[in-house]
């Protein structure tokens, strides 16, 4: 148990990697072009010069992963040491880090303060000359001689005379050695050999999954395809969807998501608000999935044909829309995998299926898949082959309706299965549950997830949280993805109806979170009647019925499209980086609570972006927000140009401290573009 | 890579086990009889029900480890679990977490609510049944037919008649199955049988290592022996030490630390207050170990003999005081090491041994060992066998000197491998460097630890230090040992001088460190001249000379002994469970800066004591004090007793706030018991 380890000299210590998850055990997220920032504690007993590095390779094929980079790491302070690296491709990059004492540096360094006091001796070159030796036996070709050359001019004070051999005596001849040995070449080329016989390795590999861009920054729009049709009553075809995918990318989406597309159960069918009684004419559900048209692999007849399905996903690749599908892995009594695979479902002691239910409320239109079936492996295949099937349809992004109710497991292997031959394909997690739960799910593999923001208004409540979800531990594994609707989820805020409420979730959603998205034309045209009072489902809610909405309802009433006021926030999130990552949000101080504030950076600092949201719909309100100017990089000592890229207008301010006044009738809130130094607008344009 | 797993069905998610350190690579620390709380995430997939056991076994000979005994878990909020165990014993622990689903548990549960809407069918029963019957088949004996028979009956419903056996049928019979149905001793029998096919285990064990309670409540001298003798002039002698413990033992210590008692090197030895030419009769320094007269497992002949040597610690050991040795891994130029083993020291090129260096200051009478020497593995080995001399003299703490200029994996082996056979033997850590050099040594084995307390003076780095040290995750690696002195630092604060300086460091020292220690008579004749303006170290400091102290010098002059003032400290202490632990600190409000109040409680929280130092030597002051009344169970609505442990003085308190006065020349700091109810002394004692 405590005998003595096989080498004992590993003296250098590496402790606290970062970016990890749960120590390693799951990936980190980034995204294709990102720069990666590895962190680790690494220091060594008594006081040695010590080096580091990180090594990275990507995972994939035998010739691609067999081969590392090593990329020199600095220190920080307090013992904390750093490397940087881009990922540019799509995939898996496995890195770890390495940590040596070394004994040249420590060398150079006591020599050179040795020098300083004039306290060198014969002794001190010697030790460098055989450290110098141990490198050019580690080099090679021309390297290797030069090192060797100069040794030999290190040990030469030795070899030239008497007054010079005492181990305490001084240099004989100082300057030229002192020449030799402090000659920066000779530190850079020791540099390239270094002595790693005793180099401590991390106690394992970290692995980082690298998505699309699209997993960072994405802006979604969900609509239902049976409600896509021009006039009232017709069921929507995929036809009609791509008739309205133009419109779709003019508001400045790039996802468009459709609930389930399959054939709908018959058996217990819902009719119009979820009534158990369903007529006939009754649509039905999309999520009660399967009848004798088919299953999940299935369209439902109505919408088309798979041709159509794909001319809609290839005229949406056109507009640069990635079509998202919705996975609900449960099944309609009449799904055929029932009948097929019967042991998939929980059988009960009177031969019958058990259906969901919460106790004491019952869902006889549902069967969950029984993740505890002995036959649980042929059902893993099944179900992944329904992703790999829509993949091959064109499909790149699932939202995946319920994870939390099926079995762990069974994600992290699914998601990792198909992502290892699709590495640019996203799942968007829809479990609306407890935090844990959520997170679990995200370190599994889900590249995007829905949150708590719908039910987050209050100025604490949206700071807490969305701190939480934009710093470490938790950003490494968990993408936000922020929506003020879905067709499950009309808040009670959004019931209070009107535009200023609109448009203050919208802003919230579209700034706070790099990916949002809303639940389409639900939230353009401000629908906000509950099914009843204190429900959070829409009256005569499109999961039972068909719509049709007028989209072109005009802006200039007040009843009108919030259509113009999205399609500007999508172009400014567009055009601006600073809104296209969550890593960089801070929230600052403003002295009211109605009013929240917070910037947004790029990577590189040239695109700053401060919000500020009213997040009172019925009252003007003011305050000063105070900036951290320093932090911003934002000089003190002259004004700077405050941009509203909502409006157009420009404030000019001045030190931290600034006025804000917003009355939401006319303006929920400003995104504001922060000018580091003073634009000033003459003929011709300059930069103090 | 990402093939299916060879069981896909364990549902269960265990995450964030605590106590851990460092994800479970080292073990938390405990003391014997300590209360040991394990906490984890848990949880399941979807709805179901889950139960949740820690496994926990002593770690040792097979007939001892291989017995688990298993604690049920029960659930906090959040997800979080958690189980309670005691460690009765010194020595290692390992536990682990298991979870399953509890499919009875959630059968039974939706059961109650259905009966509740009046809903339950006979199916329901029937599932009840095989549920029952499952449980039967991991029973044994009475249970197992019990519940058989209890099974029949919940099938008899179906037998019974055609009216019920409808799926969806009400229940014939519904009072009899219900009462069986829902029968305590049905779910307190099957939960003896727990279904644990899937049972999901947490990624590993986790160690605890169990310390004697000296680890964590201790109160330390430390002297130098060689400065005991009654009369000034004469060498200090084993035999004068033993006559000075009934002195230690009065002033209310535990342990008596001697720095090293080994024959001191002769070559390059320093004169008084470190001066490098010394004289013949100058006695040099203890930590240049070894001479002609032996190494490290000798004695200075002046000092005495082996036999002398186990007189002092079995008198110790009367007197219940352990004694601690200083273990200082480095040789004087004629330690006997050197010519023996020349290769456990740095050769240099010129044929000598590189001797200890901070360039460009040498220190020529030191030797370091050479950890990366190519005889590593026999220097272990030696190193080791001199803790097992000593410890076979009986001694059971040592104080290591440096261990941070010593190889990390040397203490995480030669600690695991002597406490192995030696549980009870501690070690602390001199380790006066970088906070995770420090964090480290203790996570590989070091008991205690010294710390930065000798400089943390004000009342932000106090709080902000003391918070970190005994809050997780440090304190489940770190126990600290707060030194207000030693003879190597004898702070800028400390040289002001006087008794309040003293008062005040002595308090604080004594109070917010369950351990803590004071270099000896230097502390409580309040010794403060430095060698030198701007340095740390005594003028004719034992270190480098014979010392003879006056400790009668009486109280009641203003530069007598501080003797009785720390006698009456550690008799509270030691009276006073609140101040044996470190781990229920806690810091309070009290509005004057010069003031730092805190409590600590006894796990039992019988024992509640508050803390409160005047931080300033010079003035009196002032403030409030405020108290969370909920947090420490003090009713609020009636008057509750604060009684001054150092004076007797008892003061009527109300409410969250009280007033604080402090005259430093009077009194540095209180030490009040708080008493939850109110006491009153009348001819007979009771509480209201």
């Known amino acids: 148990m405590t005998s003595q380890p096989s080498e004992?000299?590993?003296?250098?210590?590496?402790?606290?990697?970062?970016?990890?998850?749960?120590?390693?055990?799951?990936?980190?997220?980034?995204?294709?072009?990102?720069?990666?920032?590895?962190?680790?504690?690494?220091?060594?007993?008594?006081?040695?010069?010590?080096?580091?590095?990180?090594?990275?390779?990507?995972?994939?094929?035998?010739?691609?992963?067999?081969?590392?980079?090593?990329?020199?790491?600095?220190?920080l302070v307090n013992d904390r040491?750093?490397?940087?690296?881009?990922?540019?491709?799509?995939?898996?990059?496995?890195?770890?880090?390495?940590?040596?004492?070394?004994?040249?540096?420590?060398?150079?360094?006591?020599?050179?303060?040795?020098?300083?006091?004039?306290?060198?001796?014969?002794?001190?070159?010697?030790?460098?000359?055989?450290?110098?030796?141990?490198?050019?036996?580690?080099?090679?070709?021309?390297?290797?001689?030069?090192?060797?050359?100069?040794?030999?001019?290190?040990?030469?004070?030795?070899?030239?005379?008497?007054?010079?051999?005492?181990?305490?005596?001084?240099?004989?001849e100082p300057k030229n050695l002192r020449t030799h040995a402090t000659d920066p070449m000779?530190?850079?080329?020791?540099?390239?050999?270094?002595?790693?016989?005793?180099?401590?390795?991390?106690?394992?590999?970290?692995?980082?999954?690298?998505?699309?861009?699209?997993?960072?920054?994405?802006?979604?729009?969900?609509?239902?395809?049976?409600?896509?049709?021009?006039?009232?009553?017709?069921?929507?075809?995929?036809?009609?969807?791509?008739?309205?995918?133009?419109?779709?990318a003019e508001l400045g989406f790039n996802v468009v998501y459709l609930p389930p597309i399959h054939p709908i159960g018959r058996t217990f069918r819902k009719g119009p608000n979820n009534n158990p009684d369903s007529q006939p004419g009754d649509e039905g559900s999309p999520w009660a999935i399967g009848s004798a048209e088919g299953g999940h692999k299935s369209i439902h007849p109505a919408l088309g044909t798979l041709a159509e399905f794909r001319s809609f996903v290839a005229k949406a690749k056109d507009l640069d829309l990635?079509?998202?599908?919705?996975?609900?892995?449960?099944?309609?009594?009449?799904?055929?995998?029932?009948?097929?695979?019967?042991t998939w479902f929980k059988q009960r002691p009177d031969g019958t299926i058990q259906y969901a239910e919460n106790p004491p409320k019952k869902y006889q239109d549902i069967y969950p898949f029984d993740f505890e079936s002995e036959d649980w492996a042929a059902m893993w295949e099944e179900l992944k082959s329904v992703f790999l099937y829509w993949i091959?349809?064109?499909?790149?992004?699932?939202?995946?309706?319920?994870p939390h109710t099926k079995a762990f497991p069974f994600w992290e292997w699914v998601i990792a299965e198909i992502k290892r031959d699709h590495p640019h394909v996203l799942f968007l997690a829809e479990a609306f549950t407890r935090p844990k739960v959520m997170y679990r799910l995200a370190k599994l593999g889900f590249s995007q997830s829905y949150t708590y923001f719908p039910w987050r208004n209050a100025k604490w409540e949206l700071t807490q949280y969305l701190t939480e979800l934009t710093q470490p531990p938790v950003r490494e594994f968990f993408r936000a993805n922020q929506w003020p609707n879905t067709p499950d989820i009309l808040t009670e805020f959004l019931q209070i109806g009107g535009r200023e409420v609109f448009s203050i979730r919208l802003l919230l959603a579209a700034t706070l979170g790099a990916n949002y998205g809303i639940y389409g034309p639900a939230f353009e045209l401000m629908e906000h009647t509950p099914v009843r009072r204190g429900s959070e489902e829409y009256l005569d809610s499109e999961k039972y019925q068909i719509r049709n909405w007028d989209l072109a309802r005009p802006d200039s009433d007040r009843t009108g499209s919030l259509g113009p006021l999205i399609a500007r926030v999508n172009g400014i999130?567009?055009?601006?980086?600073?809104?296209?990552?969550?890593?960089?949000?801070?929230?600052?101080?403003?002295?009211?609570?109605?009013?929240?504030?917070?910037?947004?950076?790029?990577?590189?600092?040239?695109?700053?972006i401060l919000a500020v949201v009213n997040l009172d719909p019925h009252h003007t309100q003011a305050g000063m927000v105070t900036l951290p100017l320093d932090e911003l990089e934002i000089p003190a000592d002259r004004g700077f140009e405050a941009e509203d890229l909502l409006t157009g207008a420009r404030y000019l301010w001045h030190g931290p401290r600034n006025y804000i006044e917003l009355n939401p009738a006319k303006q929920a809130g400003h995104i504001l573009k922060l000018h580091r130094r003073l634009k000033i607008e003459t003929d011709f344009e300059y930069f103090l």
């Open 8 to 75: 004992g000299r590993n003296r250098v210590v590496i402790e606290s990697i970062t970016p990890s998850v749960d120590a390693g055990r799951y990936p980190a997220k980034r995204t294709a072009g990102d720069l990666v920032r590895v962190e680790a504690d690494i220091f060594t007993d008594g006081h040695d010069s010590i080096a580091a590095a990180v090594l990275v390779r990507r995972e994939g094929p035998d010739d691609v992963s067999a081969h590392w980079t090593e990329i020199p790491m600095a220190p």
């Open 392 to 402: 091959a349809q064109g499909v790149t992004i699932f939202r995946v309706d319920n």
């Open 186 to 248: 000779l530190n850079e080329i020791v540099r390239r050999y270094p002595d790693k016989r005793y180099a401590t390795a991390s106690d394992r590999e970290y692995s980082l999954v690298v998505d699309p861009v699209r997993a960072r920054f994405s802006a979604w729009y969900e609509m239902f395809p049976r409600s896509t049709a021009a006039e009232p009553g017709r069921h929507g075809t995929f036809a009609d969807c791509e008739a309205r995918l133009p419109y779709i």
């Open 573 to 608: 999130r567009a055009e601006h980086p600073a809104l296209q990552n969550d890593t960089s949000l801070r929230f600052h101080s403003i002295d009211n609570d109605q009013l929240i504030a917070y910037t947004k950076e790029s990577d590189d600092r040239s695109s700053l």
């Open 81 to 172: 040491w750093t490397a940087t690296f881009r990922v540019a491709e799509i995939g898996r990059y496995a890195f770890k880090v390495q940590g040596w004492v070394d004994h040249f540096e420590t060398w150079r360094l006591a020599l050179l303060k040795r020098i300083k006091a004039e306290s060198d001796t014969l002794v001190d070159y010697l030790i460098g000359a055989e450290l110098i030796e141990q490198a050019a036996a580690r080099a090679t070709g021309a390297d290797s001689s030069w090192l060797l050359d100069r040794a030999t001019h290190l040990r030469a004070g030795k070899e030239s005379g008497s007054p010079r051999t005492g181990p305490g005596s001084r240099v004989g």
């Open 322 to 342: 990635s079509v998202a599908l919705d996975i609900a892995f449960q099944a309609a009594p009449d799904h055929p995998y029932v009948a097929e695979h019967s």
